[in-house]
């Protein structure tokens, strides 16, 4: 088993050391609102956090880059200025009143703009530049799934679905036609190509695998892995892997990177070529924006849309659009003429089995997603290193500990479902008698698009009848996420809990942040729920009057004598969404950890504001 790192807290519940498995010490610093200010690395560097009086952060920096944000007055991101080597790059945002970004700013003064309907879908993007404007339409059925895209090369492309909201076919003009067939499950077992390029397998592979108790690849056929304490690959039969304190990859081959004071990439050098990224900071992806090369020159424009990568332009201004898939991995490029210059076809791990065409783009398997190709070997995921001929990760997955069996496993050992394009994760948490399977796949991927995270894991606990057990649980879960603050402090952690699961969370906000919470049916007791106690960013309770296990939720018999009686429906400080879906007193109740519950959250988050 890997070793375990250690923290120490403040009373207040903020980490304020870390000793990883080497023996290193990592000091955190908090101000008095128990904001991150500063982190003090083993080697005497440091990263470095200013926030203004609404909590925003206004400045991080450490050694690599130093980024600065502007805020407007309802706190939304108007401007970010990131600054690498001596060089600066300053992104604009605009928003309407119901806080969608309606338009960017890039550096070099290309700008694309976001129109929205009433229901705050996105109904087209624009980019304009010296050369012209570039305008993508989008379409939707009753049920607020995109049906159409339609390219401003003319090419029109068209999306459907089954009852269930899972894909069965897209059709981009003469370019791509697949059709996919799937199990009861969910699972797709046959897919169909028209048009676009089909992929070419060879006989099969058959390898001799060896693992660890770690879940640790050993060996694969002749080649030959070693790890540090930490769980980083450092050897690849020859080829040297380098971690930095946070447990992000420094170097390997003849490749180096950088990153900034919140883990986002932003520097790349290959064989002596450096290549800058502007990062888009409002997006929760960190998607980037632009890339620059050694010089301070734009090489690179990226156009993207919530879960899509739309075009490129290069710096000749040539521009070429994006066909992808359901998962997001680029099938096909086409110019401003609607012509093909560049085809792919993978493996379901992400080996490219194929390719045509002359135009060059790093943003394929999952692209769309902002994940990026390194090499024919190596993906880049945003917040870990992908391996094709692995079939995982390089690193263990920092949100996973203690919940989750293999921390590096890839898309839940099911590459063909869903997608794992930032390595991070979503916590699902079940109710009291229960376990992971609570939660469907289908029902998952609502909530994935809900709160744009692909990446989802279930935190397990004993499921039992009592406050004790629920205080045990919701401790050790805070515990998972304040060592994973520790490693990325400005990303989002959203919980998605059904029944008795949504107290194990609120006892978990009481020692860790919780950006979005979302309860389901969740007995509410005035004795365990003090708002003041708890440190929860946007808290979603739904529930259902004809759901009778709420209210009878506790039981007579328990070692708190405030567990007597009947259970409250709402909670003071939440969003509290009534469904009117009723079937039988106990299956309503059920029903909220599927689409009821996820729909009801999805329409109230999609509401027009007021």
């Not at 703009?113 to 939707?140: I, M, P, Q, V």
């Not at 921390?407 to 997608?419: C, D, E, I, Q, S």
């Not at 708190?560 to 969404?577: C, L, W």
């Amino acid at each position: 088993m890997l070793s375990r790192t250690r923290y120490q807290f403040d009373n207040n519940g903020n980490p304020t050391n870390r000793i990883d498995s080497m023996s290193r010490s990592t000091g955190y610093v908090f101000d008095d609102m128990n904001r991150m200010v500063r982190i003090d690395y083993p080697n005497a560097t440091q990263a470095g956090f200013d926030h203004d009086n609404n909590g925003n952060v206004t400045l991080f920096f450490n050694e690599n880059a130093e980024v600065a944000f502007a805020y407007d007055e309802m706190n939304r991101l108007a401007a970010s200025t990131q600054s690498v080597s001596s060089v600066n790059f300053v992104v604009q945002n605009s928003f309407d009143l119901n806080g969608n970004r309606t338009n960017i700013t890039y550096p070099g003064g290309l700008v694309v703009s976001y129109s929205f309907d009433e229901d705050n879908r996105l109904t087209s993007a624009s980019a304009k530049n010296a050369n012209g404007t570039y305008t993508f339409s989008f379409g939707y059925d009753g049920a607020s799934r995109l049906t159409g895209i339609s390219y401003p090369n003319g090419i029109n492309a068209t999306v459907g679905y089954d009852a269930e909201s899972r894909v069965t076919n897209y059709v981009h003009g003469t370019v791509l036609n697949h059709v996919i067939t799937r199990d009861l499950r969910g699972f797709k077992t046959r897919e169909d190509i028209y048009a676009g390029l089909i992929p070419s397998f060879t006989n099969g592979l058959r390898q001799t695998r060896a693992h660890n108790d770690a879940d640790q690849l050993l060996s694969a056929g002749d080649e030959d892995y070693a790890y540090d304490a930490n769980g980083n690959l450092t050897n690849a039969s020859g080829t040297t892997y380098e971690w930095d304190y946070d447990n992000r990859l420094l170097r390997f081959g003849h490749t180096e990177y950088s990153y900034d004071a919140s883990g986002g990439r932003v520097e790349r050098v290959e064989n002596g070529t450096t290549n800058f990224f502007v990062l888009d900071y409002a997006d929760p992806l960190k998607r980037p924006l632009a890339e620059v090369d050694g010089a301070g020159t734009i090489t690179q424009y990226y156009i993207w849309r919530p879960a899509g990568l739309l075009a490129h332009i290069e710096a000749n201004g040539a521009v070429y659009y994006y066909h992808q898939n359901e998962q997001g991995s680029t099938l096909a490029l086409t110019d401003t003429n609607a012509a093909v210059v560049a085809q792919y076809a993978y493996s379901p791990h992400g080996e490219i089995l194929q390719k045509t065409g002359s135009v060059e783009t790093p943003y394929t398997f999952i692209g769309g997603f902002g994940v990026r190709a390194e090499n024919s070997d190596t993906y880049y995921m945003l917040n870990r290193y992908y391996s094709v001929s692995q079939r995982r990760f390089l690193s263990i997955d920092p949100a996973g500990i203690d919940s989750f069996a293999n921390l590096y496993v890839y898309g839940n050992l099911n590459p063909l479902f869903g997608v794992d394009p930032t390595g991070l994760l979503t916590v699902f948490v079940h109710g009291t008698y229960s376990d992971s399977s609570t939660f469907n796949q289908a029902t998952r991927n609502i909530y994935a698009e809900t709160f744009n995270d692909q990446n989802q894991i279930s935190f397990e606990w004993s499921g039992m009848n009592n406050t004790l057990a629920r205080k045990i649980a919701g401790r050790r879960l805070a515990g998972n996420i304040n060592e994973y603050r520790t490693q990325y402090p400005n990303e989002p952690i959203t919980i998605v809990s059904h029944s008795h699961g949504g107290n194990v969370a609120f006892e978990a906000s009481k020692r860790a942040g919780i950006d979005n919470l979302v309860t389901l049916g969740t007995p509410a007791r005035t004795f365990t729920h003090n708002p003041n106690e708890s440190n929860i960013g946007e808290w979603y309770n739904v529930y259902s009057h004809g759901d009778k296990v709420q209210v009878s939720g506790g039981g007579l018999f328990q070692p708190f004598f405030q567990e007597a009686g009947p259970a409250g429906r709402t909670f003071s400080g939440a969003h509290n969404i009534e469904t009117k879906h009723s079937s039988g007193w106990v299956q309503t109740h059920l029903d909220l950890t599927g689409r009821v519950g996820a729909d009801a959250v999805g329409n109230y988050m999609n509401r027009p504001a007021k």
